[in-house]
């Protein structure tokens, strides 16, 4: 190998190695830069709301109440520990649905919508397109004989 | 053989068809980027002015990053910020690069500003030139102020009143002046979207042009070559190739620029102290260090005789090529006294400065 070989490889490496550090050195700021503009999954902020006392609802019953932004919501004593809450807009066409005690059911009168005890279309449109009753998530605390539905927290930036 | 040229002609084919659709010519380019770099460039304070650019560029980086998540109105501004420093990934960092680029910004400029003149750089036939790089300290040092108060806290909030009751000092056009930038009698929601605006739009607009215009007349004029005394540089090495000699050492001191920049950001990160109140003025109110020599001018005469003074010295400042020549052929003064008028006005404004920051 004479001398001009080496040379131009020692060049060769110099370049590339410069080629390499200057990549990594500004693929890292880059980086960072890509990462500050996708912004972070953030589990939703709820809180909890009052929705009544244990007490108030008997086995089997149905309480109606509204949260804060006036949507009405029905809550159901399933058994003695259990509770259940739906939203009680149809999904179907956005009808109020109510409680019936006789046929343990939810019924939508717009369109003849029943939904069983678990919120599922069992028949009427509601069945036909599988819309059932929007489920709303539920806090009990038991030792306060108390019950609370999740909602949304306000926004984080209106503090 | 034939494969070959088939291949070679082929090629040719596209780059046709590609300067059909964009006909530049791209000697232009080549011919550009193959000036030669005369060699004193490599002395590091001949290289200030690039850094500033180079700060610059990191200035308009961060800063569109910023905005997708700054809100410019008073009842959000501090929140966001908050929000950026304290929830956003690396928020707290590209806004600690943010503001310590615009303070290095300006240093830099300082003494790019020093170079020139003690090297005469200003001289026939480049007054021009020096006209639009004072014109871009002041739109740096606009940048500076508007920025800041974006920031909506204490500090931020009353340094932009004291800034345009400043304004409306102004001879003349002061009092509409002030109205115009505060968008009202006071500093309201009005101003911060015209701070806003200003910092986002305007003035990175303006900033464009002007640089353009600095390079282009740096490269219309070229480069004077310096001899140094007792500096011996052979032929053959007294001039170096633009690319990639002078572009790969340009991207090594940005380089070096960042890691300064992050280690300023990891020991001093950009702090946030207590939202704006516009019913309570805090005890201490200071402008960034950059506007300490105004701000004790201030507190040393009147303010209608600190602005107007500041006024004229910035035109004289602005001007001062044409100043100096026609002075010169007045008075018959050696360059000798050019440069002690240098170097003491430099000292006062350091006095100033340095006087301020101990009060």
């Excluded at chain 1, 919120?119 to 009753?133: C, E, F, H, M, W």
């Excluded at chain 1, 949304?152 to 209106?158: C, F, L, T, V």
Aim: net charge neutral; aromatic share 14%; with cysteine.
């Amino acid at each position: 190998m004479d001398e001009t070989d080496k040379s131009s490889r020692r060049d060769w490496l110099a370049t590339v190695a410069m080629g390499v550090g200057l990549g990594l050195s500004y693929g890292v700021f880059a980086l960072e830069g890509l990462l500050f503009l996708l912004p972070r999954q953030i589990k939703a902020r709820t809180r909890n709301l009052f929705a009544g006392k244990i007490s108030q609802i008997r086995v089997g019953g149905v309480r109606p109440f509204f949260d804060l932004e006036g949507n009405e919501i029905l809550l159901r004593r399933k058994t003695e520990r259990e509770f259940q809450a739906f939203n009680s807009t149809c999904p179907h066409l956005g009808c109020k649905i109510h409680w019936e005690e006789e046929e343990q059911r939810y019924f939508c009168p717009c369109h003849r919508g029943v939904f069983d005890v678990d919120g599922k279309a069992v028949s009427g449109p509601p069945a036909d397109g599988n819309q059932n009753l929007t489920p709303v998530p539920l806090q009990i605390d038991e030792a306060a004989g108390v019950i609370y539905i999740e909602v949304k927290a306000a926004s984080r930036r209106r503090t | 053989m034939a494969e070959l040229q088939e291949k070679q002609s082929s090629q040719a084919g596209l780059l046709h068809r590609v300067s059909q659709l964009f006909p530049f010519d791209w000697e232009l380019v080549r011919q550009a980027s193959a000036e030669p770099v005369p060699y004193h460039i490599k002395k590091w304070w001949f290289c200030l002015g690039g850094t500033v650019l180079y700060l610059f560029v990191i200035q308009v980086v961060t800063g569109i990053a910023l905005t997708f998540y700054y809100i410019p109105s008073p009842d959000q501004a501090y929140q966001s910020i908050a929000e950026i420093t304290q929830d956003v990934r690396f928020g707290w960092y590209i806004r600690s690069l943010h503001k310590w680029a615009s303070n290095c910004m300006i240093v830099a400029m300082f003494l790019h500003l020093l170079r020139v003149y003690f090297t005469g750089g200003y001289r026939h036939p480049r007054q021009l030139n020096w006209c639009i790089g004072f014109l871009l300290l002041g739109v740096t040092l606009t940048f500076g102020f508007t920025g800041y108060s974006l920031v909506y806290e204490q500090l931020s909030f009353w340094g932009a009143t004291v800034g345009t009751n400043l304004a409306e000092a102004v001879p003349l056009i002061g009092p509409s002046l002030a109205y115009f930038l505060r968008g009202g009698p006071e500093v309201s929601e009005n101003t911060l979207t015209r701070f806003y605006v200003l910092h986002i739009g305007l003035l990175p607009t303006l900033a464009f042009v002007l640089i353009f215009l600095h390079v282009l007349l740096i490269r219309l004029h070229g480069v004077t070559e310096l001899k140094f005394e007792g500096e011996e540089v052979p032929e053959e090495a007294r001039h170096f190739r633009f690319w990639p000699d002078h572009a790969t050492t340009e991207l090594l001191i940005g380089v070096l620029l960042m890691y300064l920049l992050t280690i300023m950001a990891l020991v001093f990160p950009a702090g946030l102290g207590e939202p704006a109140n516009p019913i309570q003025t805090p005890e201490h109110i200071k402008p960034e260090w950059y506007f300490y020599f105004n701000f004790r001018l201030l507190q040393l005469t009147s303010l209608r005789v600190s602005v107007v003074f500041t006024m004229a010295l910035g035109a004289i400042c602005f001007l001062w090529p044409f100043v100096e020549e026609w002075l010169t052929r007045k008075f018959k003064v050696s360059d000798r006294v050019w440069v002690m008028v240098g170097v003491l006005a430099f000292l006062g404004f350091l006095v100033l400065t340095v006087w301020e920051s101990f009060v």
